[in-house]
């Protein structure tokens, strides 16, 4: 019966150790841009907050709406925008992740059904430290581009 409490004692240590940089991040404005009809794809953005004194990572994230999930960034390469995954997001201590079209996002590949206006997709992120973090990405239409202004010579 000892082995037995030390044994649960243990477990529980491990869960509090696993709670860590999801315990200190918090996600504002979490949303999916709704994909065009047949579109295969679409991004997902947030902002995310580390209220922790250490630096973290987002390694990994994760969605039922969607059989792929990846970290991605825009780069320009050669005078062209083009989407790259990346192996983690980092987040400075007491700093912010800004995901944002054009940027830094979380990429749903191959869409396992259409999505409507309104719904919610519930992400799963996860960080270096093995804990992990929902939160629920409502999906909105894409808002058009402010037209640039024409500068005058």
Not at 105 to 118: C, Q, R, S, T, W
């Amino acid at each position: 019966m000892k082995h037995l409490s030390l044994l649960a004692a243990g477990l529980l240590l491990s869960a509090g150790a696993l709670a860590g940089a999801a315990d200190n991040v918090s996600v504002q404005d979490p949303y999916v841009r709704l994909a065009p009809p047949n579109a295969p794809a679409t991004g997902a953005f947030m902002v995310i907050k580390n209220n922790g004194d250490k630096d973290v990572k987002v390694v990994k994230a994760d969605n039922p709406a969607s059989k792929v999930t990846e970290l991605h960034t825009h780069i320009n390469d050669g005078g062209v925008m083009k989407m790259r995954p990346v192996p983690a997001i980092d987040i400075k201590a007491k700093g912010e992740a800004v995901l944002k079209p054009g940027s830094l996002h979380v990429m749903l590949i191959d869409l396992k059904a259409p999505m409507k206006e309104g719904d919610s997709v519930p992400i799963t992120l996860t960080f270096d430290d093995g804990s992990s973090k929902q939160v629920d990405a409502k999906v909105v239409r894409p808002m058009p581009a402010p037209a640039m202004e024409q500068k005058q010579h």
